[in-house]
């Protein structure tokens, strides 16, 4: 029996939720000094990515309804394989002009059920 597809869900919200906690009152600046915080909130990433990944799997119907998710689980594959270096600029900006959006798009997705 497949995995139930709200599981990736409410780890993809989840882990935005984590993201967007450890962020709260902080600056580029002292996400750039923090290794400790960049450190988690790659981490998190990382788990939306997995998760939407497996979603598209298990369920690419409603995978299908998550914006830019091939751009969500090559950051993903950036972040864990560390290709280069990872851009703290990057996460940055997806953090602050990406993540509210998902996280929006993903918490719908679960209140629909």
Not at 7 to 27: C, I, M, P, S
Not at 83 to 93: C, G, I, K, P, S
């Amino acid at each position: 029996m497949p995995p139930d597809p709200r599981k990736y869900l409410w780890d993809a919200a989840n882990a935005a939720e984590l993201v967007r906690d450890f962020a709260h009152g902080q600056t580029f600046a002292d996400y750039q000094a923090n290794a400790m915080l960049r450190a988690a909130v790659e981490r998190e990433f990382e788990i939306i990515g997995e998760a939407l990944n497996q979603l598209s799997k298990v369920a690419p119907d409603l995978a299908a309804a998550i914006p830019e998710l091939p751009r969500i689980v090559a950051f993903r594959n950036i972040l864990i394989h560390g290709y280069a270096t990872v851009d703290d600029a990057l996460v940055w900006q997806v953090l602050q002009e990406k993540l509210p959006e998902l996280e929006q798009v993903v918490r719908r997705m679960l209140a629909e059920d």
